[in-house]
């Protein structure tokens, strides 16, 4: 088996796992097969679970090498054949193929390979990016895990693409409160769904209209994604509630937003804030993105800069001023029915970022 056609066997092994965030168990052979892959070489390997999340660390025995390669091993849920992973024209079909089971056997290939060199790459792979990642990306920095720069296979969907910007997401509460009566005497009482209504299409005035939209879709966005209130068929609603899920970026604070939204709604709907994270910015200019953009030219690659509207465990490290690469071999259908990756580009991927630590840190 040559070099790819291994990275192609652990991208199947990988997929075949269903590493479901309601499947615990499963996660933890996932990062069973991960830790044995590295049985036998020099590398220290240490295992974490925090809050029920698996994570895995893998250095020559430093806390902060220079490059951290970075992901996550998780996956959305899919149907049961999705998680059979089969080739065909070229593609590795399967939950995980893209999002992002390939990139993290390229990662592995190349930490085991760096096992025999100098020290200075270190990867770590965790188990709750897609509801955070707070018990693992965070977690491991919380506790001291640190890089000069990170490579995270999980956006981009193209090897000579680099994302540059993810929105930040805020998760506001609308919560109303009314006086119940009988539905056949709505007069009588003060209907809180009503109010709700109300204060959901004046938040929703507070954004571009998706008509008016730059072509990019580049602009601070809002979701209606939840909305729950009333007790009965008959009853003047008591109490009404409504999530709106806000993507922001750049141009807008999310201080600012929430300033604004008090002052378009009614003083007594109450508002929480359920989330609030950080949007991705990496600058172009960072010696880092200069080095791995030589490294796609090296490798015969037009560098191109990307948009994400999603958001990564990357604004964890950008947020500390870390750069990070959001990078990844072709694909398409992330959380999709019909998820792929395309074979020929995870040996360009591979080949890139071999590329970019020769350059960067360590020939
Ligand atoms: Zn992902």
Redesign the pocket.
Known sequence: MNELQKMVKLTKDLIKFRTTLNRPSELSHCFDYVERYFKGTNLKVKRFVHNGVNSIVVTHGEKIPKVFLAG?LDVVDGEDHQFKPYEKSGRIYGRGAL??KSGIAVLMAIMKERAKMSASVGLMLTGD?EIGGFDGTKFLIDNGYSASAVILP?GGKAPNKIVQKEKGAMWLKLTAKGKAAHGSVPWLGDNAIVKLTEAVTAVLSCFTPHEDHPNDHWISTCNIGHIEGGSANNRVAEYASAVCDIRFTEKDEPKKIVEMIKGKIEKDIKIEQLLNEPLVYVNSEHAVVKAYQQAMRINGLKPQFALDYGS?DARFFTSLGIPVILSQPKGEGHHGKNEWVDIDSIEIYTNVVKTFLEIYCCP
Do not use: A, F, K, P
Request: net charge negative; charged share 50%; aromatic share 0%.
């Open positions: 996550h999002d992002m990016e999980d990564s």
